[in-house]
């Protein structure tokens, strides 16, 4: 199957300073999704992105299909950011099933 | 609200027994997904269904089974527990073939003592 890499498994950064996670994944995909845990254990959605550029907010998120990695960027971080960021891929058609990497452990220090 | 709502919450059992947790996927999503993170295995795909009929399995276990119902809620049963099946277990739901991706509920800690 799919295997997902993601780095680096920690960071540690004040408040305001900006980030950028990565994921490498091994075969062609159709879907990536990158994931917020927060310390309650939520899973929220940030990004669906398969391909190309997208932003929300202080968050962006690219992914290169033909070299196999996404980039998450983080801006301007602030307390809340804190939690794992999980790069998830998939090869079906459409949402099928997922294959996640391990995470990014991101603690924003005030 | 994610629109994703699983019960219960949390849930103790001993070892040996029986559990069911439940989950409505999101208002129009015919897609239910099912997974389980654990510390040791992190997020493991169990089983997927779509309008009540199994689309596709992966890691799950023979003591565990899944089903969709006409209403489109699931039901993930989970028997015989081990110390082992100690995890936070998620519901997730989409429409397949959306732009949007997953939307998961919050989850059910299942601790087994």
């Known amino acids: 199957g799919i295997q997902v890499e993601q780095s680096p498994p920690d960071l540690i950064l004040q408040e305001g300073a900006n980030s950028t996670l990565r994921c490498n994944f091994s075969d062609s995909v159709n879907n990536l999704q990158w994931f917020h845990q927060n310390p309650w254990g939520q899973l929220i959605n940030l990004f669906y992105?398969?391909?190309g550029t997208k932003q929300n907010g202080r968050l962006s998120a690219t992914t290169v299909a033909t070299e196999r990695y996404s980039l998450l960027y983080i801006s301007s971080s602030q307390t809340t950011d804190s939690g794992v960021y999980f790069c998830a891929v998939g090869s079906g058609f459409g949402n099928e099933k997922l294959t996640f990497g391990t995470g990014t452990r991101l603690t924003i220090i005030p | 609200d994610s629109g994703v709502t699983q019960t219960p919450k949390h849930l103790i059992t001993a070892t040996g027994q029986r559990v069911t947790l439940r989950c409505s996927p999101r208002s129009g999503d015919l897609s239910v997904y099912w997974y389980q993170q654990s510390l040791d295995q992190g997020l493991q795909f169990l089983i997927q269904?779509?309008?009540?009929?199994?689309?596709a399995k992966g890691n799950i276990l023979e003591r565990f089974s899944a089903q969709q119902f006409p209403d489109l809620h699931s039901e993930l049963n989970l028997s015989s527990l081990e110390l082992g099946d100690s995890a936070l277990y998620f519901c997730a739901s989409s429409v397949v073939a959306s732009n949007y991706g997953y939307t998961f509920g919050s989850g059910t800690r299942l601790t087994v003592v």
């Open positions: 269904y779509y309008n009540g009929e199994e689309r």
């Open positions: 992105i398969p391909s």
